[in-house]
């Protein structure tokens, strides 16, 4: 399976993004989806996760109220729309998918990346 991102820019403070993670493969309704994110000098770490049938979605902490994860796998697409934006966001975010059922969190869980889309957010 091939994940592209799309969707990273620049944006102020306050502003808003929906990034894109369109899959290759029409199987990517049997693969739970996440989004990472690593920012320089960070390990990479979660920031979202949705089961593979969209019925459960689970976030971090320090986003919880502010990104939304969806996804709709007859356009095996998964979305991350990133609202608020703090500098502390800046991070290049990627697409990831795994065969795992349920919501795993940890990306050794994780089987497939996109090349990832970068988010800068000015102060």
């Known amino acids: 399976v091939q994940l592209v991102e799309t969707g990273g820019g620049l944006v102020q403070a306050g502003g808003s993004l929906r990034l894109s993670c369109v899959a290759s493969?029409?199987?990517?309704?049997?693969?739970?989806a996440a989004w990472f994110r690593q920012a320089p000098g960070k390990e990479r770490e979660f920031v979202a996760g949705?089961?593979?049938?969209?019925?459960?979605?689970y976030y971090a902490n320090s986003v919880k109220g502010r990104f939304i994860i969806s996804r709709d796998n007859a356009k095996n697409t998964v979305w991350l729309q990133i609202n608020s934006l703090e500098p502390e966001d800046t991070a290049v975010y990627y697409c990831?998918?795994?065969?795992?059922?349920?919501?795993?969190?940890?990306?050794?869980?994780?089987?497939?990346w996109g090349q990832g889309t970068q988010v800068t957010v000015s102060s």
């Open positions: 949705i089961e593979r049938n969209g019925g459960n979605t």
């Open positions: 493969d029409r199987t990517f309704s049997l693969f739970a």
């Open positions: 990831a998918a795994s065969v795992m059922l349920g919501l795993p969190i940890w990306d050794s869980q994780y089987d497939y």
